[in-house]
């Protein structure tokens, strides 16, 4: 059997990838799309062909030239952007971790390298796979070089093949033809000019009929008289010129040897290394080697098992707070069991005391009590998943380093003790899921007990060396008032929360999901009655077939799975026939059965109650965001939706209280731009809808109507979200113009407005963030992108998140100082939930009235601005009532 190589186009293939994928960056900012996209693809391709050995080539000085004399040609290429230049080496770097040759030679495009290797492979009979970009690359196919060339996308890569007798069936010409197809029809994307006027088409019959460029201008004047003959014997030195920038060289002298190309252990320590610098985590679970995590750190690692030896860690460290105040300590728990905890104070000594015999779980509570009433400083990672075993509150000084490093870059996904390490020390060690794989902490202390010690010691360790490091650029980036007065008063009042809950009414949760499974089976019948067959609505490919074979329904796109039948395709259909409507109708019943109906049941706790966990590291704009259930994803724009807030009650004796900012994002928005029109239109308290059409649509206020309204309301919202005229244009089913002269006549209106949106994205532009009111910083590394897309979503970025994060910013406060006051009184009612710009009390019937008090005050009060923020109180025996 032959043995077989793969060889890879690098600039070609990392330039697709780039291209192929929104841009990607580490938290300190590296680009790395291209290359996370030029490892999938190689991944991809090896998994395909299982070859034995693997090269990969680069132009040395990208992009070199074959020939002085071509300079003029190859010379007007487009420069690589910078964000994609500066993955160049980085991708040479991975390459040679993983133990993959890389060729690379001076005066030789890599192309060139290719096609010598590839020719001098298949006459040693190997089987040849060159993976490329460039279709240049065809001309070496025959039975034993396959040309691959993949096209990368959101949502994977795929990959054209062509042997010899592929590209004689798509381009009607021999693989060495196609150097003369090239050379007629030219390529703009490699700068070969090719002669004017032909084309694919032509260019392609030419070379059909006369074999060669050489032989169609022997035969030139026996050609009929047009346009194309008239440029072909105009272009005779361009033809010939650009055939030979076409044709790669398969005699280049290379120091190649086969054996240094043996696939062997791509996914070794040091590939390991450098996936883990670059943050592809995706990738991390193809490394089954044991992976040597020592970092020299572990040697202070201390497990304590011994009570005595437990009572001297907390003697030492209470005797050394006088010159070590700060403690760091990681309070280790699993199933809602306290396993032991992690604590130091100096960087020489971090112990982990583990629970077992007289070191039980109350012990080491009441050990820390003691050590937080003392008087320290506390450091730790994850400070509220702690909070069920710390007694400290918001008087203490604590530091939650997760919390600080989501303040520096809210754009990562995860905040652990190696991410922190990494991004703010400069310092790799090894995480949780390094040194434990996917055992639990029950598992790892009964079959590796050093792991254990290790991945929890690590939590305290972190936590104590990065606090000052994190305190400076908190300080250097003006966000240390909105750390210590938001961010951290805010874990205590999301704690409270998720102790809480809220309770549920099961039969009522029950009836709801019966009165949906019987809605669903109405549709079922109506819309196989319409189509006159069953089939299983639920299936994109039957459903499809139904709709666009069956049917004939116009805008069908057919994928590689079938036609798509996606929300935006239907909403297109909807005036075609009226089966689409039921569609969409069941589609909006069987998501409230499986995700709230019977999803909301899962989550109800012994108590009757839900209790939620409530996210403050998650959104790039400070949301909060909350999971298991998402209880901020209630629906509320169909009735049948709001319905399911009926199962949410008060305990009883309790009504519910719920308070909602009126038009927040557009008061902030008022407020921001200091537009005198808008300000004024808030002060005259009236409909700010109602305003804003008078005002765009020239009409006098109590003449307009409702649809005038709606459609301004679409464009107050619309502003705040950078929303473009495309978008306004599907939202309110208008055209594309009459959108964009709505948008216009709303800043000839406001023009204010304008004046500040434009001034955002300038100000990001320049310093590369937006910031909130309060400080709030949100990086747009989308500006400075090459890609036109990435960029304009950069500038929606940069208008929106200074207002969406102000409002989250407020709704903070108005929860922090609400949840407080409630606490400092000692009354009976409780803040349960915050639901984007609202919030949801259990109030003890005693207690209705101050209540109301406290959240119209606290959150009116939560900012200054220059319009009033205004608040409605509503109460309910549940919480559709109260809404």
């Not at 005229?725 to 959108?739: M, P, V, W, Y």
Request: charged residues 25%; glycine residues 6%.
């Amino acid at each position: 059997m032959n043995k077989k190589i793969v060889l890879i186009d690098g600039h070609s293939i990392l330039n697709r990838a780039f291209y192929g994928l929104p841009d990607m960056t580490t938290a300190k900012g590296e680009h790395t799309n291209a290359i996370l996209g030029f490892i999938n693809i190689m991944l991809k391709i090896l998994e395909e062909e299982k070859p034995d050995y693997l090269t990969v080539a680069f132009d040395v000085n990208h992009p070199t030239f074959r020939h002085e004399m071509f300079k003029e040609y190859k010379g007007t290429r487009k420069g690589m952007p910078e964000e994609l230049r500066e993955q160049v080496p980085v991708m040479k770097e991975v390459l040679k971790a993983m133990n993959i040759s890389v060729v690379e030679k001076p005066g030789y495009e890599a192309d060139d390298i290719l096609g010598t290797i590839a020719t001098n492979a298949e006459k040693d009979g190997y089987l040849v796979s060159l993976v490329s970009g460039d279709r240049d690359l065809l001309q070496l196919a025959s039975e034993k070089i396959k040309i691959r060339i993949p096209k990368t996308k959101s949502t994977g890569t795929e990959v054209e093949d062509y042997l010899a007798k592929d590209v004689m069936e798509k381009y009607h010409v021999t693989p060495k033809q196609f150097i003369d197809l090239k050379g007629l029809m030219g390529d703009p994307s490699d700068n070969i000019p090719g002669v004017p006027g032909i084309g694919e088409k032509t260019a392609s019959k030419l070379i059909e009929a006369y074999d060669s460029i050489e032989n169609l201008y022997m035969h030139i004047d026996e050609m009929k008289p047009g346009k194309a003959t008239s440029s072909l014997k105009d272009n005779q030195d361009l033809a010939i010129l650009s055939k030979t920038l076409a044709t790669i060289k398969i005699d280049c002298e290379l120091d190649y040897r086969m054996e240094d190309a043996t696939l062997n252990n791509l996914f070794n320590e040091e590939a390991y290394l450098y996936f883990k610098k670059l943050e592809f985590k995706g990738l991390l679970s193809k490394f089954q080697v044991e992976v040597n995590h020592t970092t020299g750190i572990e040697e202070v690692f201390h497990l304590i098992e011994d009570f005595a030896m437990a009572d001297q860690v907390f003697e030492k460290i209470m005797a050394g707070l006088g010159n070590y105040p700060w403690v760091a300590l990681q309070m280790v728990e699993e199933n809602n069991n306290l396993l032991g905890i992690s604590i130091c104070n100096k960087e020489q000594e971090i112990n982990f005391i583990l629970c077992g015999g007289f070191i039980t779980e109350g012990y080491l509570k009441d050990k820390v009590a003691k050590l937080v009433s003392s008087g320290c400083n506390l450091s730790i990672i994850g400070l509220k998943s702690q909070l069920p075993y710390l007694t400290v509150t918001e008087e203490n000084k604590v530091f939650d380093a997760s919390i600080a490093a989501y303040l520096l870059n809210p754009l990562t996904d995860t905040y652990h003790y190696d991410d922190i390490a990494r991004d703010y020390l400069s310092l790799t060690v090894p995480s949780r899921e390094d040194l434990l794989g996917k055992a639990s902490y029950k598992e790892a202390i009964e079959k590796n007990m050093d792991a254990f010690v290790s991945a929890t010691c690590y939590g305290a360790y972190i936590a104590l060396i990065s606090r000052k490091k994190l305190e400076e650029l908190l300080t250097s980036t003006g966000m240390m008032q909105l750390f210590e007065e938001i961010e951290m008063p805010l874990i205590y009042t999301l704690y409270d929360m998720q102790v809480r809950g809220i309770k549920v009414n099961k039969e009522e949760l029950k009836e709801y999901s019966n009165h949906l499974a019987i809605g669903i089976e109405v549709l079922e019948k109506k819309i196989y009655e319409l189509v006159e067959e069953t089939f299983n609505i639920n299936s994109p490919k039957q459903l499809g077939v139904i709709l666009f074979e069956k049917l004939h329904l116009p805008f069908g796109k057919k994928t590689k799975t079938g036609y798509s039948t996606s929300a935006d395709i239907l909403e297109k259909l909807q005036c075609e026939h009226e089966v689409v409507s039921l569609i969409l109708e069941y589609r909006q019943l069987t998501k409230l059965k499986s995700t709230y109906a019977d999803g909301l049941a899962v989550y109800i706790n012994e108590d009757g109650r839900i209790h939620g966990r409530f996210h403050q590291t998650i959104t790039a704009t400070g949301r909060i965001s909350s999971t298991e259930p998402n209880l901020q994803n209630i629906p509320i724009r169909m009735e049948l939706g709001r319905q399911i807030r009926k199962v949410f009650i008060p305990e009883e004796g309790y009504v519910f209280l719920d308070a909602d900012y009126s038009q927040i994002e557009l008061r902030v928005l008022a407020h921001m731009s200091q537009d005198v029109r808008l300000i004024a239109a808030y002060k005259e308290a009236k409909d700010i809808h109602r305003i804003t059409a008078s005002e765009v649509f020239h009409t006098p206020f109590e003449e307009v109507t409702a649809a005038q309204r709606s459609n301004a309301k679409a464009v107050n919202f619309g502003i705040v979200y950078g929303i473009s005229s495309f978008g306004l244009g599907q939202d309110l089913n208008i055209t594309r113009k009459e959108a964009e002269r709505y948008i216009t006549k709303y800043f000839e209106t406001y023009p204010r407005v304008k004046e500040f949106l434009d001034e955002l994205v300038a100000d990001a532009k320049r310093d590369g963030f937006v910031t909130t009111l309060f400080g709030r910083r949100r990086p747009i590394p989308e500006l400075s992108s090459s890609n036109f897309m990435q960029r304009g979503f950069g500038e929606r970025v940069a208008m929106n998140s200074p207002i969406q994060g102000t409002a989250a910013d407020i709704i903070k406060i108005a929860m922090i100082r609400v949840n407080q006051q409630l606490k400092a009184k000692q009354m009976k009612s409780r803040l349960i939930l915050q639901i984007h710009d609202e919030l949801l009390i259990e109030a003890h019937k005693d207690e209705i009235k101050m209540v109301s008090e406290i959240m119209l005050a606290q959150m009116r009060k939560a900012a200054e601005l220059l319009i009033p923020l205004e608040v409605d109180v509503k109460e309910g025996k549940n919480w559709y009532e109260s809404k």
